[in-house]
């Protein structure tokens, strides 16, 4: 959004100036090629952090990279306009493709805090089942010292309120991908409102998985006791 601002900002102050004869034609394609040039690189930098992802869904990759390819990719719009932006010699036409990089293609207020959005549920995800991991070899080792005549219903009451957590962080975690993958370019409020509603449920998500954290550690803690 801040981004967004700026560039209105800058197209406010450079506009009358373009029509005072202060920028001329080949002022105008520059400006327009730079800003294009700059939103397709930031695009390009996400969708290789997309590829990267583990644990997001192919069709949900497919439908987002698919929307970054066809406004952001080498012969994507985007790159259409730019070229039309470098033909164009009337300065009013100019000045209205400029803004439409802005207004149309809302790169900085949807396609990148999206982006950034799926990469982090991918990594709670993966975080996710570290922690499933973990709670089934703490789970082993109880029947293990409970073979041995160890009363281990403490540390069972500790790895059954981390399941729960972790459900909940699970819950969370689907809820805010669902709101990332939501986000359209045509519709920028929406999509802000989306963006901030999933950055919450992560936020809830990586509180539950402290807690979790917490009690599986406390879980070990008494194994070790019991092991003595």
């Not at 939103?39 to 990267?52: E, H, M, P, T």
């Not at 949900?60 to 080498?74: A, C, I, K, M, N």
């Not at 996710?128 to 010292?145: P, R, T, V």
């Not at 809820?175 to 901030?196: G, N």
């Amino acid at each position: 959004m801040k981004k967004i601002l700026v560039s209105l900002l800058f197209l406010s102050l450079i506009f009358p100036l373009a029509a005072q004869g202060a920028l001329d034609a080949p002022k105008l394609q520059e400006l327009g090629a730079k800003m294009i040039d700059k939103r397709v690189n930031a695009i390009s930098k996400y969708d290789g952090l997309l590829v990267q992802t583990k644990h997001i869904s192919e069709a949900t990759l497919t439908q987002v990279r698919g929307e970054l390819s066809r406004v952001g990719g080498e012969n994507g719009e985007l790159n259409t306009l730019k070229t039309k932006i470098l033909g164009e010699t009337d300065i009013p036409t100019l000045k209205a493709d400029i803004k439409l990089i802005v207004e149309k293609y809302r790169v900085y207020q949807v396609f990148l805090p999206q982006s950034v959005g799926i990469v982090a549920v991918d990594r709670l995800k993966a975080f996710q089942q570290k922690l499933y991991d973990l709670k089934g070899k703490i789970s082993l080792k109880a029947d293990e010292l409970e073979g041995q005549g160890k009363d281990v219903s403490a540390i069972r009451n500790l790895l059954s309120t981390a399941d729960g957590q972790i459900g909940l962080a699970a819950t969370d975690i689907s809820t805010a991908e669902i709101k990332f993958v939501s986000m359209q370019i045509s519709d920028p409020e929406t999509a802000r409102s989306l963006k901030l509603e999933g950055r919450q449920s992560l936020l809830d998500a990586r509180k539950d998985f402290s807690d979790a954290r917490k009690n599986l550690k406390d879980a070990v803690q008494q194994i070790k006791e019991l092991a003595k």
